[in-house]
């Protein structure tokens, strides 16, 4: 991530990943996936969604409509959620993605973190 806010990975060059085209934000992470070969990338995009490439198989789950209250936490919460869907429950990627996504979302619906 540089100084203003862009994400830079050679060819793909994104401006504001959080209002990109789903499509790019999937180019970046393979594009990383290859380059680090890393076999499974998450990419958070705010209120456009999530995505998740894990074995080369790319995963999208759009946002539900929420009340945002405060989003401190919002971030941890998905990670810790993904983590143990991955890790503990064995979740398939969809799944979990989904689960991450929705439990970040509550988190952000609640006052304070």
């Given amino acids: 991530m540089l100084p203003n806010g862009t994400l ?11 209002s990109s085209k ?3 934000l999937e180019q970046a992470a393979r594009l990383f996936a290859d380059r680090t070969g890393c076999d499974h ?8 969604g999530a995505g998740l490439l894990r074995n080369a198989s790319w995963h999208w789950d759009p946002p539900q409509p929420i009340s945002v209250k405060d ?3 919002a971030g941890d919460s998905f990670l810790a959620a993904l983590l143990h869907g991955w ?19 509550y988190v952000a619906t609640r006052d304070g973190a």
């Fill in 22 to 24: 789903k499509r790019v």
């Fill in 71 to 73: 989003t401190v936490g």
């Fill in 87 to 105: 890790l503990v429950a064995d979740l398939p990627p969809a799944a979990n993605l989904h689960r991450a996504a929705r439990v970040a979302e």
């Fill in 41 to 48: 990338i998450c990419v958070t995009a705010g209120k456009r």
């Fill in 8 to 18: 830079s990975l050679g060819s793909i060059s994104v401006a504001d990943p959080a």
